[in-house]
């Protein structure tokens, strides 16, 4: 998330464009961006100068034919915003409010870039409220501001999650509260007003300065690296060398860290301090450090997996082999993700995979043995069935249990005259 020093890169870098163009016409907002203003303001030609303060910065816009005819705009950049100055026939895929260039071929855009869509900008806003002054440029403002109000509910907090109050500490975020911390050898979950206490007293001094003083030195560096902590990606892989080299705690290979109550990932070394959670969630460190900067581009490096036993199907002896992936790793807006060969699955380290015995045809087919027979006695007893018995009608008459019907009585059937003459000439026969 960009922080104090970062809105001041992107202030610097609009004046300085600003001041070898001019710009007109309409201001454009794009279609998606539904949550911010459109901009009605309108003018042949104007000029642009940026302001920031904190974690806000203000661009003002001024009418070159009537200097009285003027506005501002209020930007706050949330989680991935940046300007850009790009060709109107090339401009960056995420950019949501774009001011053109007027008198110069090709032309060009300055626009603001947001591909999270979190950033946020008002007409004519003023600065908030809840927001206290710049450390780096109203440090006398600031550092008066937190020592008068020691007494403050925020202060009751360990001095990490204080940090993070833009009412008191403005510009300051994750990365800048691990380095001053550090620096001053605070354990970052010690009551606030302690630790603040000790510092209006002057009990704790530090070769660099008290934890206030490095407020204002600590994002000064940041501002003379080459070319900052950029969150440009076009810029993106010379600043995020120097910012990186810069980087004494946060993100560092060898540095505790520990989830805080704001649910941030607070780096420190050493002790947590008293406050420290008592469900602590520790996060896997991910990449090089800085790798939260949005970049773009492919890299591709070379994994050796550990050592697995392979089975083969032609008969082979198994022999213990090391297995070589490569794995291309694709960033894009600060994500990196592994793409693996399909053929090959992950190996865990330390786990043999081998491959499943064929079953026999035996084991496979389950096959039910019958009882043995010990005596004749036990076998079980089978009826016999009776034998076929001459049909006539006195036996079917007793297994109906009705009484025969004679002769007489038998109605006949519905038959052909000729074939009942026949039938009555062999029942004659029969008797």
Same mark, same amino acid.
């Given at each position: 998330?960009?922080?104090?020093?970062?809105?001041?890169? @992107? /202030?610097?870098?609009?004046?300085?464009?600003?001041?070898?163009?001019?710009?007109?016409?309409? !201001? %454009?907002?794009?279609?998606?961006?539904?949550?911010? #203003?459109?901009?009605? =303001?309108?003018?042949?030609?104007?000029? !642009?100068?940026?302001?920031?303060?904190?974690?806000?910065?203000?661009?003002? &816009?001024?009418?070159?034919?009537?200097?009285?005819?003027?506005?501002?705009?209020?930007?706050? +950049?949330?989680?991935?915003? *940046? +300007?850009?100055?790009?060709?109107?026939?090339?401009? #960056?895929?995420?950019?949501? &409010?774009?001011? +053109?260039?007027?008198?110069?071929? #090709? @032309?060009?855009? &300055? *626009?603001?870039?947001?591909?999270?869509?979190?950033?946020? =900008?008002?007409i004519e806003g003023d600065w908030g409220k809840d927001r206290g002054p710049d450390p780096i440029f109203e440090?006398?403002?600031?550092?008066?501001? %937190? &020592?008068?109000?020691?007494?403050?509910?925020? +202060?009751?907090?360990? !001095? *990490?999650e204080a940090m993070l109050n833009q009412k008191y500490f403005n510009g300051i975020g994750n990365y800048l509260r691990a380095e001053i911390l550090y620096r001053c050898g605070i354990r970052p979950f010690d009551e606030a007003r302690e630790v603040l206490k000790s510092v209006q007293e002057d009990n704790v001094k530090s070769e660099e300065g008290d934890l206030l003083e490095l407020c204002n030195i600590v994002p000064k560096?940041?501002?003379?690296?080459?070319?900052?902590?950029?969150?440009?990606?076009?810029?993106?892989?010379?600043?995020?060398?120097?910012?990186?080299d810069w980087l004494q705690c946060y993100y560092v290979e060898g540095m505790n860290n520990l989830e805080d109550g704001n649910g941030r990932t607070m780096w420190f070394a050493g002790s947590p301090g008293k406050m420290a959670p008592k469900v602590k969630k520790v996060k896997g460190r991910k990449g090089k450090k800085g790798t939260q900067i949005p970049q773009s581009g492919t890299d591709i490096k070379e994994e050796i997996l550990d050592d697995k036993e392979t089975d083969l199907s032609n008969g082979d002896s198994k022999d213990n082999k090391k297995v070589k992936r490569n794995i291309k790793v694709k960033e894009s807006g600060g994500t990196r993700v592994k793409k693996e060969p399909k053929d090959e699955k992950p190996v865990r380290s330390g786990k043999v995979q081998r491959k499943p015995k064929a079953e026999s045809a035996v084991t496979r087919t389950k096959v039910k043995k019958e009882p043995k027979i010990e005596n004749s006695t036990k076998m /079980?007893? %089978?009826?016999?069935?009776?034998?076929?018995?001459? !049909?006539?009608?006195?036996?079917? /008459?007793?297994k109906r249990k009705q009484p025969a019907l004679s002769s007489e009585e038998v109605k006949p059937s519905r038959q052909s005259k000729s074939r009942r003459a026949s039938s009555d000439l062999d029942f004659k026969k029969f008797f």
């Open positions: 998330m960009p922080e104090g020093p970062e809105l001041h890169i @992107a /202030a610097r870098f609009i004046n300085s464009t600003a001041k070898n163009y001019r710009f007109g016409g309409e !201001i %454009v907002k794009s279609e998606v961006s539904t949550k911010n #203003p459109a901009v009605d =303001w309108l003018a042949e030609e104007y000029n !642009i100068y940026a302001k920031t303060r904190g974690k806000e910065l203000k661009v003002f &816009l001024s009418s070159i034919k009537k200097p009285s005819k003027k506005t501002h705009l209020l930007f706050r +950049f949330g989680m991935s915003g *940046c +300007f850009k100055f790009a060709q109107v026939t090339d401009l #960056p895929k995420h950019a949501h &409010l774009r001011f +053109f260039t007027v008198g110069v071929k #090709p @032309a060009m855009a &300055l *626009c603001f870039v947001d591909y999270r869509r979190f950033g946020r =900008w008002e440090y006398k403002e600031f550092r008066s501001n %937190v &020592l008068d109000n020691l007494d403050s509910a925020a +202060f009751n907090r360990p !001095i *990490c560096e940041v501002l003379e690296l080459d070319s900052g902590k950029s969150y440009d990606p076009d810029d993106s892989q010379k600043s995020q060398e120097s910012f990186s /079980a007893k %089978v009826k016999k069935e009776p034998e076929d018995e001459p !049909i006539n009608a006195e036996t079917v /008459a007793q």
